[in-house]
């Protein structure tokens, strides 16, 4: 046996030690030199960092029951301050979000409540999580009227939601996704939206005139592969897996096809329970993504394997102490979503065709 | 002490015998007095049956890699002898199976191959399985060609696939998902399909020709609904979650807005990995489906928690076997899926509002 | 492009086809050219094929709840037909297998009962199956007795639990995991006895007799190395993880540590629920144990990730059924199991010395 | 509808608000109003403080590889500074914390590290950590020489921790969970002592003499409960299941068998990875240890589902912001472990009868 280290055996785990008072940014810091998901998380917000230092845009997917989870205002953060460039999310953390934003709440259960009970007093269950009922459906019928007001034309996700975010905003002057997204002109996609309460209210709105409610979902295709084809680089955040994991990865392959220049993700974060042995892209490893082209095969990336309620708020506690530097120097991509063609830097990006310039 | 066995102390576990020569209904028959997972997927084939004994219309979620990972003719032969009644799928799946119908293969890898190595040569990995990626490019072009052939209007995406699924047969002759759909004039959605290369495919026609891929995907909420609405029953067999799960359960919460009759599905399966506690919908239980009314309080329902490749050719091998009297005194309902418009046992179900009658 | 294929691309993915009549056999050879963990079980009978073809003694470890959930004839069948050499449990299965083959039962029951109300009728529950807390009182007390029959003096848990088989067959003639490894002459391990009630009932001995129940496990430790220092190879099939897992493991790193001829367990295959991420034994990766020298660089391993419950009896009736020569032919090592010092083969392995001749 | 909400909807989720510079307690306080595991972890927190508020013994149960995993100095410090009384432990958890407090190191690597190239540098891997083997090896010794110095008779695993911890503590002056718990005369349990390298450790001893490393681990299932037994009330923390989560448990139901003023562990606070759907104890629900009488049915208790190095960091540093008055309020029980029984405030504890006084 050699005297000398192996070069494998370089950098110590440091054990956690316990002090009062600790910040959640200390207390993450030492978290970088411990194992598994807790040292994951610790190098999460150094990649996050990596990427707010860079020339990044940086999409976000939010899957699961985020905002009734009580996200939803650490995703308006998000947003506010660019700490993310765009958001795509399931039609669930939209509707919720709109939920609270409208004055309505999400209440603390337990799972072991009894199911029947809650029905005879239509009251909707998410796992540790009730709202009323009657109250969605009130959103429902206010998510019909806000579409009937629209022109009687196709709209990408984006635009409808920035519409939707208008609105909500001008009614209720309450922070949330859709309004800070809205306010801050950060675009949002909605590649599931037929699979959502928001797309209940919009076929109710359809119900009551038959031309309304036209959703393009394959000009989202095009709009945020076209976003991805002409940025320098890009970043992708994952919590919870879903539709808007694959939609953020099909950006990057879709734009890939058009351009030699793109090369896939250059950071990717993914806090996620689904494991990749199962074959689903929820828990799909980022090195599988690799093969794809979906990331770069240089791209620094992390997994972490856990609740993104017990991960995010320590993250991005942690993260809002010490990338205050990074935000204000960070140049941002900026956008016009107001429209029907999204403008990034004062460049259009077509809705119906793949386009470089 | 009482010399009374409880009430709950009835039925006994017995424990498995090993036999040579076990048949797949034997085996499963065994399993259905274990316990745990193995018990569950005993029991699921007994609620499929009653099912199939039914007056349910039986709807059917596909999430996962399930098409890439073998399963697609098992999707298929339950489409065509009519163990269900309508397909929800990610695109993914449809996708998978247009390759493999059009006489490409997925091939069998590992899930520790390197996947820069992989990327270099252009061929893509889901978990411990391979494609080639220009494969991939070439069935994309496929279905933007495809895509050109339509009218230049808005197609749900269960008259899309129907058109695609016949013109696949048309060009290929061969049994598959999309094609036995085709055959069988039985309905299939795809609420995600721009999270899909099918998407991906179809933006790549639009590129073409700017009026090309009209989707309607508000269109599928409201006839999925009232295909629920119109039916005595409605029954849901979920495969891995997603939003196919949501999407069935979707329907039968927007059907029962617009008619006190409709309470729920009256049967429930879900094989599924995904679990409860992170309070994610491809992992909620069927008992928190009750408090929505996504399922009927008196539903008979059961979840398997496995992956669909372990536990779905068992389920089906041994269904097959004993279903056959079931299946033919079954009577299914019958759609027209050609059109724009799906009718349902002679009556036209609208796209554009919720209708009884 | 190159029209030639990757290298990565040359066996097909076989889609599964539903045939009425399959057998378990049949069933299990056509999951070998699916993907994700019907692969993997498919995968799983060849390996411990191979295993019955090779000179490889067969460790045998099961956790969990196995025996409780219907598994222990399966594990009977599997020591009575030398498909396995040696087994290496959790107390637990020990003590629900005699609590069976002294003709008390499990029963069928939800884990959705009523805790509360179980408990004040003294029945306990394990997950959806349930037991008589009496009669768990009664067989405490049998066990106490039984213990207080043998001599005053230290027994490994392998002599013990031999000597329980020997009386559990006297007494009852019944089978069972205990009785046919009795009959067998095939060693039994319990590293972890002092957490079970087979512990406890030992305890309940010596709490009777305060020179009763001695327990030897540090030569447990030692004559299971033995068993593998002395053997030309070994192998181990895990079912759940736990003590049983590592036990055999450690057994294999152990004997390397005073045999140079030792290299690690040349086959392996397990069947878990926990994942490798968390940095547990019970969910540690095969590649994992090659670091430790655990198993052979070149050993054939497979890990399925799925509920024993749901792959086990599949795998052990197709085993079943194609592994009738292999037995027929197999030569398995000859144990002496009654005596203070078990004997291999003619040779008498040591409980307090590491030895290789 | 009625106007009045409904009973169950009476506290509303808080959404989680982002601020710079908050500490570790205010954050996990804000987590407590959101959802999911999240909000567990911070009832976890409420949980504990009133077990310390209360006049239970607190065990902790401690598995997986915490301590190679950076988790050591936390325990350590919950032992100093007795924010539990009796710990339980895998043997890993033991050695691991050895090798540190003797002047070795975890390293940092990587899951994805080449196994076969790690073998060949004799490095063992713990999912993404590593360790030399060469210095376990010398830690094996090290344990056989000390072994070697005690008395020729049979020590309890607690006895011999006590004697174990003492001696690292006399020779290396560092501070761990073996010489915390010696210098705080807190008892340590190792039910599967010989399900680990201590026990490897002890064989090589025995393997010197014979008549060295006699361990009684029945011994310590009857000290346990009459710890249990003695005490007023008693509560369990277990951190990742295994061994020491079912040790505790019985603990409370041997106790209970002898003593009806005994009705289970009043407090419970268990982070698990695993889950109760497949029947494992490892992952078995709080409710289903009702049933069996381990907890009371007015137990407190909480799980929280995730990974004990993500989430125990966050849990501990904010106790130990606001139980300082609790802990020096608290009157914990008062052992002497030093000698072959145990002592609890003044009481001797036999290990070879169940005694209530």
Redesign the interface.
Known sequence: ?SRR??R??????????????????E?LS??E???????N?GTARRIWEKMLASDATIFLGT???LS???????IA?LIEHRYIDCLVSTG?NLYHDLH?TRGR?????S???D??A??A??????????????EF?RN?EWIAAFTLKLERR?YTTREYLYKLGEYLWKETSHQGILTAAYRANVPIFC???????I??G??QG??RD?TA??????G???ES?NMVIRRPSTATIVL?G??PK??IN?AS??AE?YSDKVTGHKYALQIV??????????G?SL??A????KLS?ESEKVT???????????L??AL??TS?DLLAKRKAPEFDVSGRLLVVNGHTLPD???SEA
Chains 1, 2, 3, 4 share one sequence.
């Open positions: 046996m280290k192996s494998f055996l370089r950098k110590p785990v440091e054990p956690f030690a316990v002090t009062a008072g600790l910040s959640a940014d207390l030492r978290m030199r411990i194992s598994f998901q807790g040292r998380l899957a699961g029951a009734a989870g009580g996200m939803r205002m650490i953060h669930a609270e709440r999400h209440f603390i259960g799972p072991t409540l199911d029947a809650l029905a007093e239509r009251i909707d269950r998410v796992y540790d999580t009730l709202a009323s009922e009657d459906c429902d196709p590649p599931a939206i037929a699979d959502s309460s797309g209940m919009i076929s359809r119900h038959a409610g036209q959703i393009d979902v394959i989202d295709i095009i592969a919870g879903g539709t694959n939609f099909q392959v879709q096809f329970t689904d494991v990749p042995h199962f074959g689903g892209a929820s799909s090195e599988e690799q093969s794809w082209g095969i972490v394997h856990g609740d993104v309620t017990l991960a995010l708020p320590l991005v506690s809002e102490t205050k119906n065709r793949y």
